[in-house]
């Protein structure tokens, strides 16, 4: 009965819409991957294949002779001893043990270093294997590039995908990557902390902000906040908004992007909050500068009593890096109701986020191919992921419930099962990359009052234009 629960869930969980999300004017299901997403300009491939030239067919005949075969494999993920980088790992080191011939060669850089780099290949020509976004901001550009290589999505039909969750990947009808994760928005906290100190879990936005002037009192910071990166800063907003709009969230942001006008009172109020957030002091001191390992170090050093992020680090409960004290109290909660919002408690913030395609040029594709398709083997990253506390994937997980999950896991099961609604696309990744690079550097500047949330929405409106 349990996995025949979970699994109605997981299929109900994510539909169609959950992907199209902003992409388009539908409204949301009302059944219910590392954010973040990279921006690449547009590139021209004749460069890329001319360079490539004999080497790339010398590899490539090597390749179809049996011979020795290297894949390159480009990763966001740095991190290879917790979380998703782990799990990379784990994978690509049975890969090569059941293929003695295919050596793997990992490039893993954090996020912005691999923004950056991205754009680079994108230009110069890609690794064979490489980490994607399953969002308009970055794909789409991609795309229009065609630095992807098509996939067969035939040979995906026993691989236990979340229907729906394949659609951002796709163009044309074609399918150009494989998503990784399902990704929710969460508040996590220390329950020890808040039981030692008779905090409660707020049920309101109110509440939430009565409750961080009680954790200041106590001489803690409330929230740990990655506003350095933008992004982060960003999807909290989506949050916001989910719960100001409610299922009217995709079809206001989708509006807004097509015409470049964010003055809807739904974003304007949703901004307004943010606002009274970091003035309220929910954030530490300089949050608008700090990265992501500076943000999490906070909060699992018992800095901070809450940490802002997605589902995607709830492997921090498996993390023997992180002091038993406090690995062993990390809960989670959902972004409180707003008063007067459309959105209700089991409204959230969630989507199909990163995952993995193959390079269209690259000289050893159908080796690269056969790699990726490993990597989705349901017994394998989805398995592996649920194993080592990774989030939900997009994949079904129902065969690897063993009872001993972190209660960690077993919340954000229960917060997904609860969800009536669910977002789709973050409010960056719904445009153009020049929307995306203007929300995630304007955002700081909002929230910390040195800009006007009318200047605000005026600036990332000006960059759909």
Not at 70 to 90: A, C, H, W, Y
């Amino acid at each position: 009965m349990k996995k025949k629960w979970i699994a109605s869930l997981l299929t109900a969980a994510m539909t169609a819409s959950l992907l199209t999300g902003c992409g388009g004017s539908e409204t949301p299901s009302t059944a219910t991957d590392t954010q973040d997403t990279a921006q690449t300009a547009e590139t021209d491939n004749g460069g890329a294949e001319e360079e490539s030239g004999a080497s790339d067919e010398g590899a490539a005949a090597e390749e179809s002779a049996g011979g020795d075969v290297t894949i390159k494999l480009f990763s966001n993920l740095p991190d290879r001893k917790n979380g998703q980088g782990l799990v990379e790992q784990m994978i690509i080191d049975e890969y090569m043990a059941a293929n003695p011939n295919v050596s793997i060669e990992v490039e893993a850089l954090d996020e912005e270093a691999y923004k950056t780099k991205f754009k680079a290949y994108a230009m110069d020509g890609m690794p064979d294997v490489v980490s994607i976004w399953g969002q308009p901001s970055f794909l789409d550009e991609v795309l229009d590039a065609g630095v992807l290589a098509e996939l067969n999505e035939d040979d995906y039909v026993d691989y236990g995908f979340i229907p729906g969750s394949l659609d951002g990947f796709k163009k044309d009808e074609k399918l150009y990557g494989l998503p990784r994760n399902t990704d929710i928005m969460l508040f996590y906290y220390n329950q020890k902390m808040f039981d030692d100190n008779g905090w409660k879990v707020p049920a309101t936005t109110d509440e939430l902000l009565s409750l961080c002037e009680d954790i200041q009192a106590a001489g803690i910071t409330p929230v740990a906040m990655d506003g350095g990166d933008g992004w982060p800063m960003a999807c909290f907003l989506t949050d916001i908004m989910v719960k100001v709009a409610g299922i009217n969230y995709a079809d206001i942001v989708s509006n807004a992007v097509a015409t470049g006008d964010f003055t809807a009172p739904e974003i304007k109020q949703a901004t307004q909050i943010l606002v009274s957030f970091a003035d309220a002091g929910m954030f530490q001191v300089g949050y608008d500068s700090q990265d992501y390992g500076t943000t999490m170090n906070l909060f699992t050093n018992g800095q901070a009593a809450m940490y802002c992020m997605g589902s995607w680090d709830a492997s921090m409960a498996l993390n023997e890096d992180i002091a038993p004290e406090i690995r062993d109290n990390i809960r989670a909660f959902t972004m409180p109701t707003v008063d007067g919002g459309k959105g209700g408690a089991n409204d959230i913030a969630a989507w199909n986020g990163g995952g993995y395609a193959v390079s269209a040029n690259s000289a050893v594709k159908d080796e690269a191919v056969k790699f990726l398709n490993y990597m989705y083997q349901p017994d394998k990253l989805s398995k592996y992921g649920w194993e080592n506390g990774v989030g939900m994937s997009a994949q079904d997980q129902t065969a690897y419930l063993t009872g001993n999950e972190t209660e960690l896991q077993k919340q954000i099961m229960d917060i997904l099962k609860n969800a009536t609604s669910v977002s789709g696309t973050p409010i960056n990744d719904c445009g153009p990359s020049a929307f995306k690079t203007a929300i995630e550097s304007e955002i700081q500047g909002v929230s910390n009052g040195s800009t006007s949330v009318d200047d605000f929405l005026a600036a990332i409106g000006a960059a759909c234009k």
